[in-house]
């Protein structure tokens, strides 16, 4: 298996899906906390809170760092 370059398009789509996914996962779980323990109010799933916003912060996350890998 070949290796990927780091400032390539494969790599930029990797960091999107990969920050994207551990958004998905880990901003729930950190809200839920937050719920709980610190302003003891109840947690409530949204769509637009809980997918939408870290598939975002994926996207630009991953082309913050990409962009930082091409000028080096």
């Known amino acids: 298996m070949g290796q990927i ?5 494969k ?6 899906v990969a920050f994207s996914v551990m958004g ?3 901003y729930p779980l950190f809200d839920l906390v937050v ?4 302003t003891h ?3 409530v799933y949204s769509f637009s809170s809980h997918i939408v916003e870290p598939i975002l912060f994926g996207v630009v996350m991953g082309l913050v760092f990409w962009f930082l890998d ?3």
């Open 5 to 9: 370059e780091k400032g390539s398009i």
């Open 11 to 16: 790599h930029l789509f990797i960091q999107i």
């Open 24 to 26: 998905i996962i880990l």
């Open 35 to 38: 719920c709980n323990f610190f």
């Open 41 to 43: 109010t109840e947690f």
């Open 70 to 72: 091409k000028r080096k």
